[in-house]
């Protein structure tokens, strides 16, 4: 009688094993598509920063790269949570971009002695970016070298 009950829960206990392989592998898929996605957004955090930047040596800076820029500014607080440095840069380099988008909106208006002020100080400023820059691909390498 005990072995008849056995073979009675043989079907049950192989279908739970395989439920359970099955649960497995769609977590597994499950944390890969997690990562992917993280890797994405964070991805796309680093792609408007590069864009920005890109503008900020144009003429002028478009609302659209602006307001992307912000977005992926304000979302990395969460995407990095683990670091707050770099959404501590970002907001940086955020503040200081207005010394050049402000001189590049006012240049015209400007005397010539204060153009060429104005001027050094959007270069000053410009570089700078540009170490922030390097030092971004820095901290963010991390989560992009997945």
């Known amino acids: 009688m005990t072995c008849t009950k056995l073979l009675e829960l043989l079907p049950s206990a192989v279908m739970a094993v395989f439920l359970a392989y099955i649960a497995y592998q769609q977590m597994v898929i499950n944390k890969r ?18 864009r920005f930047h890109q503008e900020l040596a144009e003429e002028m800076v478009s609302q659209e790269t602006h307001r992307n820029f912000i977005a992926s500014k304000e979302a990395s607080r969460f995407l990095f949570s683990k670091d707050s440095s770099i959404f501590e840069l970002l907001q940086l380099m955020h503040t200081e971009s207005f010394k050049i988008i402000g001189f590049k909106h006012h240049a015209k208006e400007l005397s010539e002695a204060s153009f060429i002020e104005g001027f050094a100080s959007s270069q000053e400023v410009f570089f700078w970016w540009d170490r922030q820059m390097a030092e971004l691909k820095e901290k963010m390498k991390p989560y992009l070298d997945q």
Do not use: A
């Open 33 to 50: 598509r997690l990562n992917l996605d993280l890797y994405s957004k964070r991805f796309s955090v680093y792609t408007d920063v590069v």
